[in-house]
């Protein structure tokens, strides 16, 4: 470069601005940082500026790795500094460019660069640098800000950072796996946990429910006995006369039978809970097993009952479904947690009509439960269709639009819903599609599942 320094030119060098170097923000860089994050050069030249003013900058400045063209002050292009030095070291470079305007140069070297808006973020920023021709990956990237400010990044400084960038990623990635795994764990044990409760639960239920049938039968004998004693003695004992009116033996005797059918609907109900919450919190096997889907869904409507007031209407419109292979307890919690989401979404709607008497009343909450084998392709292959659709007011198409991003997104936040895309999509290579109701006379948010009949 002292050949550089000997073709100068200082009368002219007042033309051109000292380079101003902007460090950035390296040290906090996050996984939401950007371009002006990163370290940045300030430097332009007029395109009437001489070669070697440029030159005697970059050999001031190593690390300078380019510079911007403007004529007149607007922005024309940018010259990558390897790019000066090819040019300088071809046969007659120093003589055609060093002492001759850039705008010779550019001339020579039209290529357009990769310009970038500063917002731009920087995983982004860098998988576009990377999509470049071979030969231009080394060239810097030109760096917009607003009012047409241009600065200089240095391709080094954006890999540096990306790859900053990934080994956050992967920590992330790591720190979310572990979290699902120990998330997973806990409820594996919860479920052995409730499991092993339910179990406790209907032992005394079975002894109850077992003996249940004898009482009632013992309670008619005994009644029948006292009958025939009613009959047969014409004569009954003060005492004994005394004795009925005191217990109310009238009322027993009609009571009698309707508290043990009471007992026997609550050991009833007690029953199919305790079964619902085994079937519920049963660990899947390997393979998937064939299962009744009603079965399923009714499972967990009991499990929801406390939640499911009586102002929420359940609409079940089962059709005839063949015994589906899947991994049931999965299924379940995808059940749970669409019918929780539409619960949620009518109590709120609900609530929120309580508070605000003048709006128009909506109709009588209700969720609807569809299920059809069908074909959805003309292919022949059987799906079995479950529609879980509710009343509430309809999602917007903002709303629409974040949940299916959601349901693709590889970093999305965990969710219920994104949770149940992932076990119907992935594990049972079924479809999820979530949409508005287009019927005219209706309208609320419909979840529906699809899996193939195999």
Known sequence: MKHVMKHST??????????????????????????????LYDFAAELDTLGTEVAQIFEQ?????????????????MIPRHRLLEYLLRPYGTELFLEKPLRILYSYDRITPL?????????SGAQQALRRPFERLGDPIVVRFESDRYRILDPHELNIAYWQLRGIETQVRLERLQLQ?????????????????????????????????????YSRSLLEIINVYEKCITNVPQKVTDLKDEIEFDYIREDLPKTLDSIKTGAERLSRLANSLQNFCHIDEVYPRPANLHDCLNSILLLLKSRVSSDI????????????????????????????????????????????????????PKITISTEVCSIDGSGQRWVAIQIADNATEMSAETETQLMQAFST??????????????????????FRVYCEIDPHSRGTVFEILLPLN
């Open 313 to 364: 209407q359940i609409v079940k419109n089962y059709g005839h479904l063949p015994p589906v292979s899947c991994f049931i307890s999965q299924l379940s919690q995808v059940f749970m947690n669409i019918l929780n989401r539409s619960i949620d979404t009518l109590l709120n709607q609900a609530a929120y009509q309580q508070q605000n008497p003048q709006l128009e009343a909506h109709d009588i």
């Open 410 to 431: 590889e970093f999305a936040k965990e969710t219920s819903l994104a949770t149940s895309y992932r076990i119907v999509t992935t594990r049972h290579s079924g479809k």
């Open 115 to 123: 310009i970038l808006n500063a917002e731009t973020a920087i995983v």
């Open 181 to 217: 795994m120990l998330q997973s764990e806990k409820m594996a044990s919860l479920g052995r946990l409730v499991d092993g409760v339910s179990h406790e639960i209907l032992d005394p239920v079975s002894f109850i429910w077992g003996n249940l049938s004898h009482i009632a039968e």
């Open 61 to 77: 400045h190593p690390l300078l790795s380019g510079v911007i063209l403007t004529e007149q002050g607007r922005f024309v292009s």
């Open 10 to 39: 200082p009368t002219s060098r007042s033309q051109l601005h000292v380079p101003v170097f902007t460090p950035g923000n390296v040290q906090t860089i996050q996984l939401e940082s950007t371009l002006k994050d990163l370290p």
